[in-house]
């Protein structure tokens, strides 16, 4: 163990305390994060998306919302428009981490990937082999409306940690969850309905 500097007052010897890295939270992928998050998905009775004219029924129920292209908080990057959606936790999510992204660091977060459709994950599939399927186990949750994907690009390590950090916590607490992929470099965040009852709670506490 590395100990701190020895001082010497007169007679008196004082022994610094013991010098501890904070520990640095994690969100490497496992083999099973993708079971878990599809796992998760099904307890949430979250349907998958089968195509945009499912999409656009969803829309008219409200049960995803649209995600604008730009905010003075985040924008999206080669997103299309027919996946320019989100559920409204997830949105949620975007909304209130990107407000405190720009917050403390003064830049957008940038967003590269929202919801996904069956039929847009297996033409994905055509063109980028280690893009997930979109049925089974281990399907892309994206076809989910609750996941999005951060990009790292641009940020610096200061960013990073800091992102890393607030996800890591949500992460630990169940109320989404997060994986930092470096392939692609993003963190991918899948966001538990629950999600939405923790931001009541915190609003209800401060009035």
């Known amino acids: 163990m590395r100990m701190g500097c020895v001082k010497t007052l007169g007679l008196v010897c004082v022994l610094a305390m013991p010098l501890v890295a904070a520990p640095v939270p994690n969100l490497r992928a496992d083999s099973e994060s993708q079971v878990t998050q599809n796992e998760r998905a099904n307890v949430d009775h979250l349907s998958r998306m089968a195509d945009d004219a499912m ?7 409200k049960l995803v919302v649209p995600v604008p292209e730009k905010t003075r908080d985040f924008y999206l990057h080669s997103v299309s428009k027919q996946g320019r959606f989100l559920r409204p936790w997830a949105k949620l999510l975007l909304d209130r981490l990107s407000q405190q992204y720009r917050a403390r660091h003064k830049k957008q977060l940038r967003v590269t990937s929202l919801l996904r459709t ?90």
Not at 55 to 61: G, N, T, Y
Not at 129 to 141: E, F, I, M, Q, V
Not at 148 to 171: E, F
């Open 118 to 207: 069956v039929s847009y994950q297996n033409n994905l599939r055509k063109r980028n082999g280690n893009a997930a399927a979109s049925t089974g186990p281990k399907a892309s949750l994206h076809l989910t409306g609750a996941c999005l994907d951060i990009s790292k690009k641009g940020m610096t390590r200061a960013q990073q940690g800091w992102v890393r950090g607030v996800l890591s916590s949500l992460h630990d607490k169940n109320y989404l969850f997060a994986v930092e992929e470096f392939q692609q470099p993003v963190f991918h965040v899948m966001v538990h309905r629950r999600y939405e009852d923790f931001v009541a709670q915190r609003l209800s506490a401060k009035k």
């Open 55 to 61: 999409v656009a029924r969803w829309v008219r129920l």
